[in-house]
C-alpha cells in the first residue's frame, strides 16, 4: 500500500502590467505563507530590471489618455471604484488574513481606513481647484494650476498590503497621474485583487500596474528615468536609502519609516481606560502596525497600579487564527520575525527589564504565534527600548514627573506618533505644543488621521516634506503652474523693455 501525502497548491502570483497577468520570465520568486498555518500558500514572481520597464512603458502609454480625461469622469469612476471595494471587502479582507496574519475584523477596518481614502478622491474636482486673481495689473489676470506629474510609483510594507496602497494610487490617479505598484513581497495578492478590480471598474488599461518582487525591482524603479514620483512606506533603513537614491536620480519622494511609538501615562489618567488603550494599541494586528503603542512611560505613582491592569488583561486577548471569529489577535507575518520578536523577550533580563509576562508560553497552533507580552523596568539604553520591535511585546519605562515623560519621546529618533493620557487640558494643550511626533493623541492611543488630514511622522518616521493621503497628497502627485493673461487692447497697448510691474 502506497501512503500519499498531501501537499496544499501553491498560487503562482505573477505581475499586472497595461490591463492583464504578466508571469515573469526571471525564474525567481518568493515564498508567501499562510502564517496561521506555517504553510506556504503561494510563490511571487520577482521582476527582472526589463519588467519593470514594460510596467513603466505600460503606464507611460496609458498616460497622457488619462491626463484628458475630464474631472466629471474621474469623480464618476471614483465613485465606482469605492462602490465595488465596499461591495467586495469581506473578498479582500479575506486575503489579507491568509497571506498577512491579521485577524479578519481588523482586516476589514484595515480596508474601510483605506476606503475612506478612495472616498476623499471622489471629490477630485473640488481638491484640483486653482486660485484667481482678477487685475493684478491693468487688464492682467492671474490663475494657477495643478498638473500631474506622470508615471509616479509606489513601494509598500507587508503590514497594510490593501490600505497603504490605497494611500497611494488611490490620489495619484485620481490627480491624473499613471501608477506603477510594488508591493510587498510577504502578502502580495491583495494587489492583484485591486488591480482586477480597477479593471472592473472602468479604469483604463496601464493606468494601474503591479510589479512583484525584491531589491532588483526596487532599484529599478529608483533607478528608472520615467518614474517622476516614488511613494514609500517600510522601515526606517530603506526608507531611507530610498529618499537618498530617488533624489539622486531627480525624482520626488516621500518616504514613511518606521517607529517607536510612546504612550504617556499621567497619575490623574483613568487606569481601566489607560490599559485598555494600551493592551488595544500594543497587541492589535500583533503590534504590526506602524501606529502600534510599544512603550508605555509610567509616570510617578501611576506605574504599579497600572503594570497590573495591564498584566491582567493580557490573558482575556484570544489568539488564534484570524479566519475564527473567537481571535482577537493573528500571528505574526513570518516564522523569522517571530523569532526576531521572541529574542527581545529572551534578552529583557540580562539587559535588566522584568519580563511580567512571556508571549513564548502556550503559543497555540503550527504558525507563527506569538502570544502578548510584557516588559517592566524597561530604559532608554536597552535594545528593547530603542529597537522597533514591530510584534506583541510591550514595554513600560518608569519616570518621575512628566517633563521627564516628553523628554523621552524627543529623544527618540522616530517622531511618528504619540499619545497622552491624563484629565488635565492644560497639561494636555501644553503636550500638543512641545513634543516632537507627527501624529498626537490626546486619550487616543492610535491617532492615525482620517483621511481629510494628512498621515506622517517626523524624524527617522519620514524622509521628504509632505505626508501621505489628504491635501498633502494633492500637492505631492502634482506640480503647479501659474499663468499670466492679458488680452491684447490696442488702447493700451505700448513698448516697454522694464521689467514687468504691477503698480
Ligand atoms: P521593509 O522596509 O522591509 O519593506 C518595505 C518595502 O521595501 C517592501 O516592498 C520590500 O520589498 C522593499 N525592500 C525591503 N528590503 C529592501 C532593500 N534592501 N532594498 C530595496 N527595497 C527593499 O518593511 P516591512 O517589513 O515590509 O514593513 C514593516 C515596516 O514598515 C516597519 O518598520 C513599519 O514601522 C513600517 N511602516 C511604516 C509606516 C508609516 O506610516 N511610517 C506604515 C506602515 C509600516
Not at 487685475?135 to 494657477?144: A, F, P, R
Amino acid at each position: 500500500m502506497t501512503e500519499t501525502v498531501e501537499t496544499p497548491a501553491v498560487t503562482r502570483i505573477p505581475h499586472w502590467i497595461g490591463g492583464r497577468r504578466s508571469e515573469s520570465g526571471s525564474g525567481r520568486s518568493g515564498p508567501v505563507f499562510n502564517p496561521a498555518t506555517g504553510r506556504q500558500s503561494g510563490a511571487v514572481d520577482f521582476a527582472t530590471v526589463e519588467e519593470v520597464d514594460a510596467a513603466v512603458q505600460a503606464a507611460q502609454a496609458a498616460f497622457g489618455g488619462w491626463r484628458e480625461t475630464s474631472l466629471a469622469k474621474r469623480a464618476e469612476l471614483f465613485f465606482g471604484i469605492r462602490e465595488l471595494i465596499h461591495a467586495r471587502r469581506d473578498e479582500v479582507a479575506e486575503i489579507l488574513v491568509r497571506e498577512h496574519g491579521k485577524v479578519f475584523s481588523d482586516a476589514l477596518g484595515e480596508v474601510t481606513r483605506g476606503l475612506e481614502v478612495v472616498e476623499y478622491c471622489c471629490g477630485i474636482p473640488q481638491l484640483l481647484k486653482g486660485e484667481h486673481s482678477e487685475q493684478v495689473s491693468t487688464g492682467i489676470d492671474v490663475h494657477s494650476i495643478r498638473q500631474p506629474l506622470g508615471v509616479v510609483a509606489g513601494i509598500t510594507p507587508f503590514n497594510f498590503p490593501a490600505m497603504v496602497p490605497m494611500w497611494m494610487w488611490a490620489p495619484a490617479i485620481a490627480c491624473g497621474n499613471t501608477f506603477v505598484l510594488k508591493p510587498s513581497e510577504k502578502d502580495p495578492s491583495a494587489s492583484l485583487w485591486t488591480a482586477e478590480l480597477l479593471q472592473e471598474a472602468g479604469l483604463p488599461d496601464g493606468v494601474f500596474n503591479v510589479v512583484m518582487g525584491d531589491k532588483v525591482a526596487v532599484d529599478a524603479i529608483l533607478q528608472h528615468p520615467d518614474i517622476a514620483a516614488v511613494s514609500f512606506v517600510g522601515s526606517t533603513p530603506i526608507a531611507r536609502y530610498v529618499y537618498e537614491q530617488s533624489t539622486a536620480t531627480g525624482k520626488r519622494c516621500q518616504a514613511l519609516g518606521g517607529a517607536k511609538n510612546h504612550m504617556i501615562v499621567l497619575p490623574d489618567a483613568d487606569i481601566d481606560s489607560a490599559a485598555d488603550a494600551a493592551i488595544s494599541a500594543a497587541y492589535g494586528s500583533a503590534g504590526e502596525r506602524c501606529m502600534a503603542v510599544s512603550m508605555v512611560v509610567a509616570v510617578g505613582d501611576v506605574a504599579e497600579p497600572l503594570v497590573a491592569a495591564i498584566r491582567d488583561r493580557i490573558p482575556q486577548v484570544n489568539v488564534g487564527d484570524g479566519m475564527d471569529p473567537a481571535s482577537e489577535m493573528g500571528p505574526l507575518v513570518t516564522a523569522e520575525h517571530r523569532d526576531k520578536v521572541a529574542s527581545y523577550i529572551e534578552n529583557a533580563p540580562a539587559e535588566g527589564a522584568t519580563v511580567v509576562v512571556d508571549g513564548r508560553d502556550g503559543v497555540p497552533g503550527e504558525g507563527f504565534f506569538l502570544n502578548p507580552s510584557l516588559l517592566d523596568n524597561v530604559t532608554p539604553t536597552m535594545r528593547a527600548y530603542a529597537d522597533e520591535i514591530f510584534g506583541p511585546v510591550l514595554g513600560v519605562t518608569r519616570v518621575a514627573t512628566y517633563e521627564e515623560a516628553v523628554g523621552l519621546v524627543n529623544d527618540s529618533p522616530y517622531g511618528n506618533g504619540v499619545a497622552l493620557f491624563t484629565r488635565d487640558g492644560g497639561v494636555a494643550r501644553r503636550f500638543q505644543f512641545e513634543v516632537d511626533a507627527g501624529m498626537v493623541g490626546i486619550n487616543v492611543p492610535i491617532p492615525v488621521p482620517v483621511a481629510f488630514y494628512s498621515f506622517g511622522g517626523w524624524g527617522d518616521s519620514l524622509f521628504g516634506d509632505r505626508h501621505v493621503y489628504g491635501p498633502e497628497a494633492i500637492d505631492f502627485y502634482t506640480r503647479g503652474k501659474v499663468v499670466t493673461t492679458r488680452w491684447p487692447d490696442p488702447a493700451t497697448s505700448k513698448i516697454d523693455l522694464g521689467f514687468p510691474q504691477t503698480r
